[in-house]
Every structure is written in C-alpha cells, then in structure tokens.
C-alpha cells in the first residue's frame, strides 16, 4: 500500500511506508528534495553570480487562489505594509490545498549582508482534509494538520535562508539537513523545541505552537474557518501579529 503523509501530500506526491507504517527516512528525503526544489522558485532565484544578492521571481497571479474551496488568511488589518502573493499548491489531482502570502519586503535568497535589513512574514493557509483514499485508489491521503502547517512554514522559511560564507555546493547539502530537521520538529509540536503562542485570528484569541532560530521565525495553529495556518518571517516580532481572513484576494494582484 502506498500512504502519504500530510506534508507530502501537498506536493501530491507518495511516499512508500517502511515496516512500520509510516514513510521511510530515505523515501522521504527524496520527496522533500522534490519539494524544496519546487518551493524555492516562489521567494527567490538561484544566484547568478556568487555574492550577489537575489531579486525575487516573478509573482503569481491570483488565478490559482481563486480555484480554492477555502478562505485565504494574511495578517489582519494592523498591518499597513505590501502585501503579495507567492504560490499556491495542488494535490495530484489538480486541487488548490495550500498557499503564502507575503507581507512586507520580499526576502533575497542571500542572508549575507541582508538578513538584519529585511523584515517579512509569510502566511501560509492550508485546506483541512481528512483521511482519504487518492482519486486513483492507489494510496491513502492522510489528514491535514497544524503539522502540516508547521512543516510548509519551516520549509518555506528555508528557502529564503543561505547562511554567511557557505557555497552554492554547500548549501544544497545544508537545505537537505535543515528540511529534515524541519519535518522532525513538525512532528513533534508538544516537543521542547515549541512554546506557545497566542495570537487573534478573526479577533479570536487562538494558541499557535512557536520556534525561533537564527534564521527567523516559525509558528503554525488552526482556524474555525477549518483551514490550518503557518507563517514565518524575519526582522518583524510574530509576537504583534494578528491574522484576518481575505475578503477579496483578487485585490492582491493590483
């Protein structure tokens, strides 16, 4: 049988199950590989020059965010910055199950001499789905959860990240390490790696699991709009931020 698991599922691609039932370490590593590689064009390009700092790829337009059978969120109305879309993503079907929104600056792939300057957060809304067979009958789909809210967010975060003084070589094997360490610590909410957060969401008070490292920040909850939500960022405290939902996410593209 094959069983993907919520965080996989969103690529909409399948992992094998190992003895025990749940993907194998070297299967899933693969299909994070997949994942990073995709995920990584939606921030920032691969650098054309070494040292050189990176614009952002071209937006999406709102086409993809309107296919979704689901509310989109972003920060709520305190915040008076840029907001701009990023990417939304589809199951293997052709689905909308998840998408960012970023608000602030749009972050350069280099840290090296921008990291303190940029301040951003990245909302990320993800469908609540329960276990389910796949559209072919050939897998299980595993439910949502504010893991796989967790796991999108440190990811995505990732992808904006390239440490001082580390090659493009480097970084590759770097991105591999830090998205596993990523899906660990999504597994594992309740672990001493998460405190806890609360934060309005449709001016409700709401409790968010909450990290931080070097790189930035990550936090991840759910919705009573049955949606889960994560976000990350950098330069801007997650400890002043509300979500809303979008009334109208076609004024995103203007």
């Known amino acids: 049988m094959w069983v993907w ?22 299967d899933w590593s693969e299909e994070a590989a997949g994942y990073m590689e995709t995920t990584s064009r939606v921030g920032a390009q691969a650098p054309a020059a070494e040292g050189a700092a990176e614009a952002p790829t071209a937006r999406r337009t709102v086409d993809g965010y309107l296919l979704a059978p689901f509310p989109w969120y972003g920060l709520d109305e305190a915040f008076t910055g840029p907001r701009w879309l990023m990417q939304v993503g589809t199951s293997a079907e052709g689905a909308v ?12 792939l280099r840290s090296e001499g921008t990291e303190d300057k940029e301040r951003f957060a990245v909302v990320v809304t993800v469908a609540a789905s329960p276990v389910r067979r796949s559209a072919d009958g050939t897998g299980v789909l595993e439910a949502t959860s504010v893991s796989s809210a967790a796991w999108l967010a440190g990811v995505g975060l990732l992808t904006v990240t390239w440490p001082g003084q ?19 610590l999504a597994d594992d909410l309740d672990g001493a790696d998460w405190t806890t957060l609360s934060l309005p969401v449709d001016g409700v008070p709401t409790q968010f699991h909450y990290r931080e490292s070097e790189f930035g920040w990550v936090l991840a909850g759910s919705t009573q709009e049955g949606v889960h ?5 950098r330069g801007m405290s997650a400890y002043g931020l509300g979500f809303s939902m979008i009334k109208d996410i076609g004024a995103y593209e203007s």
């Open 166 to 184: 580390m090659d493009h070589t480097l970084r590759d094997d770097w991105l591999d390490q830090q998205t596993e360490t990523a899906w660990v």
């Open 5 to 26: 698991h919520p965080a996989l599922l969103l690529r909409g691609s399948a992992a094998r199950t190992s003895e025990g039932g749940g993907p194998s370490r070297s």
């Open 229 to 233: 939500l994560g976000a990350y960022g």
């Open 97 to 108: 199950e998840h998408g960012s929104i970023g608000h602030g600056d749009e972050p350069t």
